[in-house]
């Protein structure tokens, strides 16, 4: 069993059904086609940087990897990639891939929830009464398992 990951270069859509949206076409356009497309310089840069973390599927002798399919890179088509990985080891590797992609100015989607990545709500600073210490609420989705904190705020109410 694998999960999957997508990574497009581009402009991050609106929200995560135009996301979906976009997968499509590109899949449709780049990976479920007779024809062949290098990967762009910015998807095999990203590449490298995954391959940095964790070896190649094809050299990787002491099973550590998470990818499915080698060579990695042979999942990249143009400006797109969309690629799989173990499951056992998706929480760490698929974090690491959309920080990775998001630290390159790439898109990364979640195609098994439908959701770009990674998941970051921004933090909430709500006040309980007034006069009172307000504190700010913040959510992490990481590897599909929210996270929840309340911290102080130094926001006044």
Request: include cysteine.
């Amino acid at each position: 069993m694998s999960y999957d990951l997508a990574v497009w270069e581009g402009s991050k859509p609106a929200d995560d059904v135009i996301a979906g949206e976009v997968l499509t076409q590109l899949y449709d356009r780049y990976i479920d086609t007779e024809e062949e497309f290098p990967p762009s310089p910015r998807i095999a840069e990203y590449v490298a940087g995954l391959l940095a973390r964790w070896v190649d599927l094809t050299e990787d002798e002491e099973d550590t990897s998470p990818w499915s399919t080698g060579p990695l890179i042979g999942e990249a088509a143009g400006p797109f990639i969309y690629f799989p990985m173990r499951y056992s080891m998706a929480e760490e590797a698929s974090a690491y891939a959309a920080d990775l992609a998001a630290s390159m100015g790439l898109v990364c989607f979640d195609p098994q929830l439908r959701l770009l990545r990674p998941w970051l709500l921004p933090p909430v600073s709500v006040c309980s009464a007034p006069g009172r210490q307000p504190v700010t609420r913040s959510l992490v989705l990481a590897g599909g398992t929210a996270r929840y904190g309340i911290l102080p705020s130094s926001i006044p109410c």
